[in-house]
C-alpha cells in the first residue's frame, strides 16, 4: 500500500511532469488584404489562424497569398518552417525566408521566435534582402533555435 507522502509525490510529479512538444505558429498580417497561408505536403493547415500542433512541424511552407501566389508560394515570398524540439545539438528548429526561383519577392515578410529564442528572427523588404536564400547556397540565412516547444511569429508588411 502506497503511503500518503509518497502518494503526494506521484501526483506532485504528475502536475508538474514532462510537457509533450507543442507549437504554435501565429500570423500578423498588415498589408490590408492577402491570406496567410501554412501549407504541409500539400495539406493547408492555416488560412491566418494561429496553428498549434502537438508534436514537430516539419517542411511547412507559409507565405501571404495575394491571388498571384501558386499554391507552393510560387512567386511570392516564402517561409520554410521546420519547428521541433532537439534530440541533439543542432537538430532543434529551423526557419528561413526564401526567394529561390520559382519563388520571388511579393510582400515584406519577416519572423521571430518567441517562447524561446527571443530575438532571433529574420525580416525580408526587397527583392535584394540578404536575410533570404537567393540560391540553395545561401544556409547561412537559415536562423535556428535549440529550444524546446518554440513557437513562431511571422509578419506580412511590417
Given at each position: 500500500m502506497f503511503s500518503v507522502a509518497a502518494l503526494t509525490l506521484f501526483a506532485f510529479a504528475f502536475a508538474s511532469g514532462v510537457r509533450g512538444e507543442s507549437h504554435t505558429i501565429t500570423f500578423t498580417n498588415k498589408c490590408?488584404?492577402?491570406?496567410?497561408?501554412?501549407?504541409q505536403n500539400g495539406n493547408v493547415l492555416s488560412t491566418g489562424g494561429a496553428y498549434t500542433t502537438n508534436g514537430p512541424i516539419s517542411a511547412a511552407i507559409a507565405y501571404l497569398q495575394t491571388g498571384s501566389c501558386g499554391f507552393n508560394g510560387e512567386d511570392c515570398t516564402l517561409l520554410e518552417v521546420t519547428l521541433q524540439n532537439p534530440t541533439s545539438p543542432g537538430s532543434g528548429s529551423s526557419v528561413d525566408l526564401s526567394l529561390i526561383p520559382p519563388h520571388a519577392f511579393s510582400v515584406t515578410s519577416g519572423f521571430g521566435y518567441y517562447n524561446g529564442c527571443e530575438?532571433?528572427?529574420?525580416?525580408?523588404?526587397?527583392?535584394?534582402?540578404?536575410?533570404?536564400?537567393h540560391s540553395s547556397g545561401d544556409t547561412?540565412?537559415?536562423v535556428a533555435?535549440?529550444?524546446?516547444n518554440v513557437d513562431l511569429a511571422i509578419t506580412f508588411c511590417d
Amino acid at each position: 500500500m502506497f503511503s500518503v507522502a509518497a502518494l503526494t509525490l506521484f501526483a506532485f510529479a504528475f502536475a508538474s511532469g514532462v510537457r509533450g512538444e507543442s507549437h504554435t505558429i501565429t500570423f500578423t498580417n498588415k498589408c490590408g488584404s492577402g491570406t496567410p497561408t501554412l501549407i504541409q505536403n500539400g495539406n493547408v493547415l492555416s488560412t491566418g489562424g494561429a496553428y498549434t500542433t502537438n508534436g514537430p512541424i516539419s517542411a511547412a511552407i507559409a507565405y501571404l497569398q495575394t491571388g498571384s501566389c501558386g499554391f507552393n508560394g510560387e512567386d511570392c515570398t516564402l517561409l520554410e518552417v521546420t519547428l521541433q524540439n532537439p534530440t541533439s545539438p543542432g537538430s532543434g528548429s529551423s526557419v528561413d525566408l526564401s526567394l529561390i526561383p520559382p519563388h520571388a519577392f511579393s510582400v515584406t515578410s519577416g519572423f521571430g521566435y518567441y517562447n524561446g529564442c527571443e530575438g532571433a528572427g529574420a525580416d525580408c523588404s526587397s527583392a535584394d534582402c540578404p536575410t533570404a536564400f537567393h540560391s540553395s547556397g545561401d544556409t547561412t540565412v537559415q536562423v535556428a533555435c535549440q529550444d524546446d516547444n518554440v513557437d513562431l511569429a511571422i509578419t506580412f508588411c511590417d
